[in-house]
């Protein structure tokens, strides 16, 4: 009888590991296929400025730079940010808190992005047009700050994890060769769940990348690079919000659509290999600590 | 108390033991909790120390009020003195960074950092002072001669510590401590943890060792006790019950409590 479940368990847990390969693989054949009228018509013209569907111009340059600025906007707030409260409520705060506060900032990560963009438009877009004397609050930076906001609980839940792990000995050991408290953390606790804490920030620069919902609501949806380009108080467009902008709108099987398909490509070539990296690089991390 | 302490401090030359560290009268509580009971005991200069008993009577509490590890775990209230340097480590202003460079610890399992075998050896004593690329290599050399662990590693320095055996890493971690400079040697069955052959090795150490540091040694192991302390104390449900001279001790044990406890390591008291 055992034998017997075993095996259906085994054939189970074998069955639903293939599905799983097969339905990204399907997912990347599918996004190809239908990426590649575009991709052998408009060639490399797809890294240029002008987005025009309806003279066949398809250049993703102001999105792909709207993505990366935006993420970036938002690694640069929430790292330091995220890791700090992670040091905070791993290490000072007392631990009957520290799991009440570990599931309020978990629920955090469960609100809709929706319910961010709403939010973003009702406060944080007012506040930055008024702040910086704007005429639409609208940016890449307000994007950015709401996608901080957004990847916040992310980073804080894996750091915190990750230096909470860490044996007590260490803790122990350090105090008692006469560390101070901030040199424990800084000297023997953040080196040690160092790629712990890199693999957080990856994951949450996936979650970054791909988020739609509250960046569409909050980039301004313009396609262009701003000028000077660092200017990144102004709006622009990012390759998600301008998928879930003109998806709608494409006529399927037309160049249009097969050109929104290859940048979604991308987008998906962009966050796989930033998902393999990060296993790679977190199992290198379990061996060494 | 305090003049007492300090002249026999200084007398100590011609005493025939010098007192390292006076405990008087130290009281410990975790909350509601009496873990040690008002214990008095003087720690000799250049002697294995060695304080043993059944689980749980304190002797590790004991040890971890003298470079107050303790310090900062919720409900703990300690009472009394612990001179050290002629000074009340446990009353009044105490730089704990400096204590615990003075008063070294060495724990049950080795704990090694994944770091490098150097620069887990000038760890703590890095934190202290800046030191050149030199005087590390010195130091490092010298601590892990004083542990006889320099010829096995002497040319993988380089090397993760964690890549080395169990009884390896806790001399390692044996030489990390010495090499803040410590006058005092804290060891919490520091061999328990370890093979019979490890053990010996550690042991032959803590003999030489004591020609230069006090050393204190928490341990379980009858036998081991007898074969390296000098000193012997007994405690039992947080109390001293009895202490004295290695010879003194195993062989003409006063109290009833000892005598049962060395015949097989039971004991009862209230
Ligand atoms: N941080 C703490 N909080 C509360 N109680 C503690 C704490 N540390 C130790 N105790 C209690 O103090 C008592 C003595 O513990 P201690 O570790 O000193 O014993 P021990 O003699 O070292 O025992 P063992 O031989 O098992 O190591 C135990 O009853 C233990 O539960
Ligand atoms: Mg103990």
Redesign the pocket.
């Known amino acids: 009888m055992l034998v017997f479940q075993n095996k259906i368990g085994k054939g189970y847990v074998l069955a639903s590991t293939y599905l799983c390969i097969a339905v990204t693989l399907l997912i990347f054949l599918i996004l190809f296929w239908n990426s590649y009228p575009a991709l052998s018509t408009v060639g490399f013209d797809l890294f240029t400025m002008t987005w025009n569907p309806a003279k066949d111009q398809f250049g993703v340059l102001s999105m792909l730079f709207g993505t990366l600025a935006v993420t970036a906007i938002a690694l640069l707030i929430a790292v330091p940010l995220g890791i700090l409260t992670a040091i905070f409520t791993s290490e000072i705060l007392p631990n009957r808190y520290r799991l009440y506060v570990k599931s309020a900032i978990e629920l955090l990560a469960g609100i809709p992005s929706i319910i961010y963009g709403l939010i973003g438009i009702a406060l944080v877009s007012p506040w930055i047009a008024t702040l910086f004397e704007l005429s639409s609050g609208r940016t890449l930076v307000t994007a950015g700050i709401l996608l901080a906001v957004m990847i916040l609980p992310t980073i804080i839940t894996l750091t915190d994890d990750a230096l909470h792990n860490i044996p007590q000995q260490y803790r122990e050991t350090s105090k008692g060769l006469g560390l101070y408290p901030f040199e424990i953390i800084q000297k023997t606790l953040v080196p040690i769940a160092k790629r712990n804490i890199a693999g957080a920030v990856l994951l949450a620069l996936g979650r970054a990348l791909g988020e739609t919902m509250a960046v569409m609501l909050l980039v301004g949806s313009i396609d262009k690079i701003p000028e000077p380009f660092y200017n990144l108080l102004s709006p622009g467009q990012t390759i998600t919000s301008k998928l879930g902008r003109e998806v709608g709108e494409s006529a399927f099987g037309s160049l249009h659509f097969s050109a929104l398909n290859a940048i979604g490509f991308l987008l998906l070539l962009l966050v796989i290999t930033l998902t393999i990296g990060t296993q790679v690089y977190m199992r290198k991390g379990i061996r060494t600590v | 108390m305090e003049t007492n302490t300090a002249r026999k401090i200084n007398a100590g030359i011609e005493e025939e033991a010098e007192v390292s560290i006076k405990i008087s009268n130290l009281n410990v509580f975790?909350?509601v909790?009496h873990?040690l009971k008002d214990l008095s005991l003087d720690f000799q200069k250049n002697k294995v120390n060695c304080i043993i008993?059944?689980?749980?009577?304190?002797?590790?509490?004991?040890?971890?009020s003298i470079n107050r590890i303790?310090d900062g775990?919720?409900?703990?209230k300690v009472t009394g003195a612990v001179h050290f340097n002629e000074k009340d480590i446990l009353n009044g202003v105490t730089n704990l960074t400096q204590l615990r460079k003075d008063i070294g610890m060495v724990f049950q399992s080795p704990c090694v950092f994944p770091k490098s075998i150097l620069e887990n050896v000038i760890f703590g004593i890095q934190q202290h002072k800046k030191l050149t690329v030199s005087e590390k290599q010195d130091i490092t050399e010298e601590t892990l001669k004083a542990v006889s662990l320099w010829p096995e590693v002497m040319d993988r320095l380089k090397d993760s510590g964690q890549s080395l055996s169990i009884g390896q890493q806790q001399r390692l971690c044996i030489a990390r401590t010495l090499a803040t400079a410590p006058k005092v040697l804290l060891m919490?069955?520091p061999t328990s943890s370890l093979d019979p052959v490890t053990t010996r090795v550690i042991e032959n150490l803590m003999e030489r060792l004591k020609k230069r540091y006090t050393i204190v040694l928490?341990t379980?192991n009858i036998a081991q006790a007898k074969r390296i302390s000098d000193q012997v104390f007994f405690?039992c449900n947080?109390q001293l019950i009895e202490s004295g001279t290695n010879d003194m001790f195993f062989n003409t044990p006063k109290k009833e409590q000892t005598k049962s406890y060395l015949k097989d390591e039971t004991c009862v008291c209230r």
């Open positions: 975790f909350g909790n873990i008993g059944p689980s749980g009577s304190g002797k590790s509490t004991l040890l971890r303790n775990t919720e409900k703990l919490d069955e928490v379980h405690m947080g």
